[in-house]
Nanobody
Framework: QVQLTESGGGLVQPGGSLRLSCVASSDLFKKFVMVWYRQGVGKERELVATIDPTGNGGVLDSVEGRFTISRDNAKNTVYLQMNDLKPEDTAVYFC??????WGQGIQVTVSS
């Protein structure tokens, strides 16, 4: 069973940056499409970014130019670089390998 473990969340001021990491417990990671989702309080979970095994990725329109998804298959890790964070980015962020596993989620809070 593949496990996904997120890290890198926390409290940041508006305009700040965070980099989320998600480490997979299996080398099968390099075959997975990986996805970052987020869910704010009282909101539905939304897809933020996806990346295929070769590193081609895309992000939600509302975070285009601020968020970047990347991966390091040698480290079984997917990243979400988040710059110029806004209060509306506050949410629990989850990494997901479709049909395989979910991470436990990590809180990102953007507040002054």
């Amino acid at each position: 069973q593949v496990q996904l473990t997120e890290s890198g969340g926390g409290l940041v001021q508006p305009g700040g940056s965070l980099r989320l990491s998600c480490v997979a417990s299996s080398d099968l990671f390099k075959k997975f499409v990986m996805v970052w989702y987020r869910q704010g309080v009282g909101k539905e979970r939304e897809l933020v970014a996806t990346i295929d095994p070769t590193g081609n990725g895309g992000v939600l329109d509302s975070v285009e130019g601020r968020f970047t998804i990347s991966r390091d298959n040698a480290k079984n890790t997917v990243y979400l670089q988040m710059n110029d964070l806004k209060p509306e980015d506050t949410a629990v962020y989850f990494c997901n390998a479709p049909s395989v596993a979910w991470g436990q989620g990590i809180q990102v809070t953007v507040s002054s």
